[in-house]
């Protein structure tokens, strides 16, 4: 009995958990393009790809373009 009321205890913790981990937005609202701010991505180049940010389905992510290499 003991290790039922432990298991559904701990199903219970796991499931408020993932709740709260759910409903944690990060990031802005867009419609367009130009409502995502430019310093939201890093501004320097990382491995060859420069990030620019672009509205996807209502956010704004990063996304990385890849930059010719100066010679």
Known sequence: MAKLVKFVYVIIVFYTLFLVGTEIVSGHACTVNA????????????????????????WCVCVGNRVAPVL
């Open 35 to 58: 409502d995502c701010e430019q310093s939201m991505c890093d501004p320097f180049c990382v491995g060859g790809y420069h990030f620019t940010p672009i509205c996807v389905i209502g």
